[in-house]
Structure formats: C-alpha cells, structure tokens
C-alpha cells in the first residue's frame, strides 16, 4: 500500500522450509528496525512473519510472501503479503479465530497474526489458495488505500522492470503502471524513471502526464506505461496509454470493459498521445497490468474478490494470471464516496 508516490517493490522469498521461515522472519525484524517501528512492535513483527512462513510450510503449495515497507500519513509501517496454491479455506474469517484448526494443532497461527498485526485482510477459495496481507504500524493504523499495486521480476531476476504508482495532486487521484522494455537492471532504471518523472508530474490531466513521463525518459531505454484518473464525483475515468498495458474496468458481478492505449514507447520517438473517458460507476473496479499478466483472467472466477482491499486482489490475479518467464505488475483500484 502506498498513498502518494512511489512504493517499494518488497523483497519476495519462496517459502518451502522452516529454513527459509527463518530468514523471513530476521528479513522483517531487520525493516522493522531500519523503519524505527520500535522495540515492541518490531517484535510483532516478528510473530507475524513466523506465522505466517510457518502457514506456507504447513498447509500451503508453491508458497511465496512479499515483504516490505508501507508509508502513509508522515509514517512508515511493514506489509508482509503470503501468496499461495495450497488447499484454500472456505472461510478466512473463521480460520482467524483461536482454536480454529485443520491439522490437529492448537489453530493459533491466523488468529496470532490477526491480534498483532494493525490491519489485515484475506481471499481464500477452497482447491485455489490463499493471499493474506498483513500491515504492522508503530501506532494509528492510517485507512486502507484506494489503490495499491504489486509487482514480481522475471524468474531468476532480483529487479522488476515493472512498476506503479499512486498519487493525489490537487484533488486529481491518478495511477500510473509502467513495464519498462526488457529486463533487468536497464529495464529497472527506465521503470524507476518513470515512476519519479509521475511523483514530480504537474496536476494534469493523463494525457499530460503521459507527454511529461516521455519527456522525462528521453536517456533511458523506454516503457510501456498507462496513467489513468479516478474522478468519482463526475463517475468518470479518465485513461491515457502508450503500449502494452493492459487496463479494464471491472463493474458489479465481474463483467469488464477494456481501456485504450495507443502504439509507442515513452522515452523514444514522438509518440501519439490521446485521452480517453469512460464511465466509472460507484462500486466499479480499475485493473491494470503489464503483459507479464495474461488478459484472460476473470473476477466472474473469484466470488467476493471484488470486495476486499486492492492489495488482495492484485495479488489473486498476480498468482493466478502472472506468468514466470517475464516481470509482472498488477495494480488495483477503486472509487470512493
């Protein structure tokens, strides 16, 4: 989560061993002290990372948690994000509570990491997995974001060339998703460029942000990237686009509705920049991705999904769409009243 401008991309860890539940958890007391969280809340931090590392290795497949720093309202928390393949449950809500068990043990782990964590929220289908998300903040717990994004590299990679980015400049709540050509390091550098270039951006409207993110990535090899503005009071989306990002808004019972980007990279040449509104109803959901995310996802496949905080959802499709052989990004959004 992120409430104005660039995020972190988070360290990811497989977990598949008490050994690597190990280093998750010293990972997470290690940001926890470097974030001044203080003595007694770093050390619940600690309790929720080894809960949850020891749910992956228990009960999960394919078992992965994202670690890292959330920053909002002048202060600086920890989000740890557990992603996994395994059996499901049919109720998150009720495998939080104490006592609650499917293994014969004493069924404290969720209900641990529920108690000290500031916030937390959860997408679980039995035979689909699970993702739960886990914020620990030194104090005042701010309001969850309305609109938060993900990203994985390339397997075998430890940099994304994918990012995104949130931010509110004078009463305009704009997202900005960009997968910067290639991968690694280079790629990594013209995503950053462009994630900088949209924190500085004038309050303008996308297509003018979009002009501004080219010109400021003139020295960098070029992105695909997408801004899009979230006007709830007019109900409206505004959506400017150059490349391969995908971009839909999603409305009740999961239909969608895809965006329009224009051919062109930022940074090279002199693209075609155009503006595009659609309507964007109270209850309606932006999803945007890079192409290291298949299009043929549905929220029609996820009853309830659409519900829960931005995080999870990136994160269901990121597991369930994402493809391993390229940087990944998924970011969500939602209107407000």
Not at 45 to 57: C, F, G, H, Q, R
């Amino acid at each position: 989560m992120i409430a104005d401008g660039v995020p972190d991309r988070g360290t990811w860890f497989r977990v598949e061993s008490s050994s690597a539940a190990s280093a998750v958890r010293r990972a997470a007391e290690r940001l926890g002290a470097q974030l001044d969280l203080g003595a007694a809340r770093t050390a619940d931090l600690a309790i929720v990372a080894a809960e949850l590392t020891s749910n992956l290795v228990k009960h999960a497949d394919e078992g992965a948690l994202l670690l890292r720093p959330v920053r909002q309202d002048g202060q600086a928390g920890v989000e740890l994000i557990a992603v996994d393949s395994g059996p499901g449950m049919a109720d998150v809500t009720v495998s939080s509570r104490d006592g609650h068990s499917t293994t014969g043990t004493l069924g404290i782990g969720l209900g641990a990491i529920v108690r000290q964590a500031s916030w937390s929220d959860g997408y679980s289908r039995p035979g689909r997995g699970t993702v739960f998300v886990v914020q620990v903040w030194p104090s005042a717990t701010p309001p969850p974001s309305w609109a938060d994004g993900i990203t994985r590299p390339l397997t075998g990679e430890s940099v994304s060339g994918d990012g995104y980015a949130v931010r509110v400049v004078e009463g305009r709540h704009q997202v900005l998703v960009c997968d910067g050509l290639g991968h690694g390091p280079l790629a990594s550098a013209a995503s950053d460029a462009a994630l900088a270039a949209f924190r500085a951006a004038p309050a303008a409207p996308p297509a003018a942000v979009v002009q501004h993110l080219h010109r400021a990535m003139s020295h960098t090899r070029g992105a695909a990237l997408a801004v899009a503005e979230l006007d709830s009071v007019a109900g409206l989306l505004r959506y400017a686009g150059l490349g391969n990002i995908s971009a839909m808004v999603v409305v009740e019972g999961g239909r969608r509705r895809g965006l329009v980007s224009l051919p062109g990279i930022a940074g090279h040449q002199r693209p075609v920049v155009r503006e595009y509104d659609y309507p964007f109803d109270p209850g309606a959901l932006l999803v945007m991705h890079s192409d290291g995310v298949v299009d043929r996802w549905s929220l029609e496949d996820y009853p309830g999904l659409a519900g829960r905080a931005p995080t999870v959802v990136a994160a269901t499709l990121l597991r369930d769409a994402g493809v391993r052989r390229d940087d990944a990004c998924v970011l969500v959004a939602r209107g407000w009243s």
